[in-house]
Structures are given as C-alpha cells and as structure tokens.
T-cell receptor
Framework: GQQLNQSPQSMFIQEGEDVSMNCTSS?????WLWYKQDPGEGPVLLIA?????ELTSNGRLTAQFGITRKDSFLNISASIPSDVGIYFC???????????FGKGITLSVRP | GAVVSQHPSWVICKSGTSVKIECRSL??????MFWYRQFPKQSLMLMAT?????????EQGVEKDKFLINHASLTLSTLTVTSAHPEDSSFYIC????????????FGPGTRLLVL
C-alpha cells in the first residue's frame, strides 16, 4: 500500500539540540498527524494539522502542514532524553479515509 | 480525554488455539475502530476497519475468517485470531475515532501476541 516517505530511518542527536523531521508524499492529504511510539506501547498523538500552511506547537514540538499538502515537518527543540522513541507521520485524504503511515524515524538522544 | 485500552497487554498461546483481544474506548464513544499489526522495526499496517453494528472492512490480503472482528458497542471492539500460528505472532494495536467525520485516531497501548 501507499506509504509516506520518512528518512533517515534513525537520527542521533545530543541532549539540548534541536531536530527536524520531514515527511513527504506523492499525493495530497487533507490532514497530517505526528505520533510518537515508545517501545512496547501504542502510538501517542503529538500534533494534528488540518489546514495547508498551518503551524502548530505543543510544548517543545512544532509541526507544519506543507502548503502543497504533500509534506509536513516536525521540529523538536532543546531535546531531552525522554524524546527518545519512534516518530511516525500519518496522512489522511478525507474525513472518513484511513490513515497512511510513514515508516517512522527512530530518535536517539545522547545525554 | 481520549483513552483507549487493550486487553490483554500480552498473550502467549499454543499453535492452533484462538486468542481474543479487546479494545475499549474508556471516555468516549467510538463509531469507528481500527485494527493494526506491527512487526519489529516496521510501521503500522492496517488490518481492518470496524464500524459499530456493521461488518468490518478488511484490507487486501487480510483473511477475514482468520481475524474475526466484532464491534458490538460504541466502546468495544474485539479481534479474535483464530487457529493461531507462529507467523501470527506480532504486536496488535487498535485505534478509535471519536465521531463520524473526526479525523483523529487515538491508539491503544497494543497487545503483544506470541504463538508457540
């Protein structure tokens, strides 16, 4: 099935650094979502974006819905050890459509 | 809030037996629930979509007779893995959507299934 493109597969940063993750698609989505998954747990919703160009923050996290509706990015500022985990982007074409997930980016934060 | 629970959190069973996994929305009513499976280091793969009171819609390649889904109420959906085999071992995650037309899915904590 269709997937969103997330790369690289893994990222390693130092505690306190900022990190940016990108998610791209060949098709348009009307909703973009960012989830974080800890080992052995289900994904937890971080930020939901519903409008092209929208910029939304949740604490140290900021995400934007690309103007073309084919991409989104997530920024984490001043990273801390508990930011470690897998970050998935997900897109939804319509209100009743299923989610399309990226492959996820595993973030490691060195203390 | 939007809390989704799953039970059990992990299960070990013998090959050939059936296993039932429950997904509950604790503080909201869910007209639609979704079942995913996830293999190690991979993304979530949608198995089926279930709407309360109607038959589930299965994704291509997912056997509906093997993965039985029942969505009997607005707060409960169950996934039964029938005649489980070792290749069914995986992490099964459900999600729930609050209202028809609302995009956001809230995920449960997952159920780890190991078939011996």
């Amino acid at each position: 099935g269709q997937q969103l493109n997330q790369s690289p597969q893994s990222m390693f940063i130092q505690e306190g650094e900022d990190v940016s993750m990108n998610c791209t698609s060949s098709s348009i989505f009307n909703t973009w979502l960012w989830y974080k998954q800890d080992p052995g747990e289900g994904p937890v919703l971080l930020i939901a974006l519903y409008k092209a160009g929208e910029l939304t923050s949740n604490g140290r996290l900021t995400a934007q819905f690309g103007i073309t509706r084919k991409d989104s990015f997530l920024n984490i500022s001043a990273s801390i050890p508990s930011d470690v985990g897998i970050y998935f982007c997900a897109g939804q074409a319509g209100a009743d459509s299923k989610l399309t997930f990226g492959k996820g980016i595993t973030l490691s934060v060195r203390p | 809030g939007a809390v989704v629970s799953q039970h059990p959190s992990w299960v070990i069973c013998k090959s050939g037996t059936s296993v039932k996994i429950e997904c509950r929305s604790l503080d909201f009513q869910a007209t639609t629930m979704f079942w995913y499976r996830q293999f190690p280091k991979q993304s979530l793969m949608l198995m089926a979509t279930s709407n309360e009171g109607s038959k589930a819609t299965y994704e291509q390649g997912v056997e509906k007779d093997k993965f039985l889904i029942n969505h009997a109420s607005l707060t409960l959906s169950t996934l039964t893995v029938t005649s489980a085999h070792p290749e069914d071992s995986s992490f099964y995650i459900c999600s729930a959507r609050k209202l028809r037309g609302s995009e956001t899915q809230y995920f449960g904590p997952g159920t780890r299934l190991l078939v011996l």
